[in-house]
């Protein structure tokens, strides 16, 4: 993957336009299992289009893909690249009824598409017995955003991969600083702990470099309340963070960082600066990102590593964010039983070994392919990829089912934190009254 050029703060929209949630890595590899034909209607012959987003070395590797799909499965594969806004552009494919038969869809765009019947319900392809993956192979907190918004039945989409919130630090700066255990000597040893993570940040504090900094999208804080076993929203899809006493002790330490200038606000980082830049740059210790940013941290001259979010037991990985995209199936697609085929070999195990494996910048969104993300040991700990993203979860479905909600919830916990005066209460009082619905 080539050197994104992030602006600060990097949001979920951001990250959907550049394309960071498709694995890019595809290698050589063999052609992927036989899928079995489910039969039944819309079974006839004929080309298929797939799309997603990509960037020009991406897009080169899916035309490769392509060309080994035609070959498994029998009729002529076309991928589809889109070039800027691919979300506007394939609204506007799906509204001439020109879409591709398979596609790329964003957890903010989901919803909509399954209420407009946009989609095609994938559970009888899935309970056929033919498909070459089963539900129960994902990671369960990344399929949520996939169903109707009202709790009605249907699956309209599946996982193609994920890039789970890790805790990148840079070796040499903590041992500038003074820190002589690391994050992930401290998981090890059952210590990685809110202290720890304070006590890190204070010594890097003291040699003028940053130590964390954060954005107001929910991907990059809610993580800091999950970890230390706080809850977001319950199983109703409420927001109760600004009662629930895990939570709140979360926000407390949050805003005790901010203050104290151990933890900056990525809204205030001069104009031009982004976090992954400081870090690249040896002048930030930590940054909380994907397997994305492999490619580009393996340049890199200073030792690096990995290692979950802190917990309050030390030694637990908690549950964070993952950001994920789905393949879906278009409703009007012409050739539906070959278009479930390429959806079924796409997000398999061979297929994505295949897409992920040689330089890849995602992670599995399947169980049982720690090889994708161990493979030349970079970096260290970079099974914890997989383990961190089976813990996870993608956007809530609060979020998820109200793509304007979620814009406004983003602007408005900028706000806050550009304010500077919030406590953990007011802070969350005013974001739950929003996502709740209070007048």
Not at 45 to 64: D, V, Y
Not at 101 to 130: C, E, H, N, P, W
């Amino acid at each position: 993957m080539s050197n994104l050029p992030f602006t600060q703060p990097i949001g979920r929209r951001g990250l959907l336009k550049a394309g960071l949630f498709a694995g890019a890595g595809v290698a050589a590899a063999p052609l992927l299992s036989a899928c079995g034909s489910t039969g039944g209607p819309g079974t006839a012959g004929g080309p298929l289009t797939w799309s997603a987003w990509a960037n020009p070395g991406e897009g080169e590797r899916f035309r490769e893909f392509a060309k080994q799909l035609t070959k498994k499965l029998g009729v002529q594969v076309n991928f589809q690249p889109v070039v800027g806004d691919y979300e506007s552009k394939l609204l506007s494919q799906l509204s001439a009824g020109s879409a591709p038969d398979v596609f790329y869809v964003g957890d903010g765009s989901m919803s909509k598409m399954i209420a407009t019947r946009q989609l095609r319900d994938l559970t009888d392809y899935l309970d056929s017995g033919k498909a070459p993956v089963k539900l129960s192979d994902f990671h369960k907190g990344l399929i949520p955003w996939c169903r109707p918004a009202d709790g009605s039945p249907g699956l309209f989409g599946l996982p193609v991969d994920c890039n789970p919130t890790v805790f990148w630090f840079n070796k040499d700066v903590l041992a500038d600083a003074g820190v002589t255990t690391d994050p992930a000597a401290h998981f090890e040893a059952g210590t990685w702990t809110q202290d720890a993570l304070t006590d890190l940040l204070d010594k890097v504090r003291a040699t003028k470099k940053k130590g964390l900094v954060i954005g107001s999208g929910w991907f990059d804080w809610f993580g800091f309340i999950t970890t230390f076993g706080g809850t977001v929203f319950d199983d109703t899809g409420k927001a109760v963070f600004d009662t629930d006493p895990k939570a709140q002790d979360a926000l407390t330490w949050l805003f005790e960082q901010l203050k104290s200038g151990n933890i900056t606000y990525g809204g205030s980082l001069p104009k031009g600066q982004s976090v992954d830049a400081l870090f690249y740059a040896g002048r930030l210790a930590t940054m909380q990102y994907g397997r994305w940013v492999l490619p580009n941290v393996k340049k890199l001259k200073f030792g690096y590593d990995i290692a979950p979010y802190p917990s309050l037991s030390g030694k637990d990985i908690m549950p964070v964010p993952v950001a994920t995209a789905a393949l879906v199936v278009n409703a009007k697609a012409k050739n539906r039983q070959k278009a479930l085929e390429l959806l079924g070999d796409y997000v398999s195990a061979e297929g994505q070994t295949f897409r992920l494996s040689g330089g890849g910048n995602a992670v599995p969104s399947i169980e049982g392919l720690d090889r994708v993300v161990t493979e030349g040991h970079l970096p260290a700990h970079g099974k914890l990829f997989n383990d961190i993203a089976a813990k996870g979860y993608a956007l809530p479905t609060t979020l998820a089912g109200n793509p304007k909600l979620s814009a406004d919830f983003a602007q408005l916990a900028n706000k806050l934190f550009m304010a500077r005066n919030q406590t953990a209460k007011s802070f969350s009082g005013k974001l739950v009254k929003l996502l709740n619905g209070a007048s």
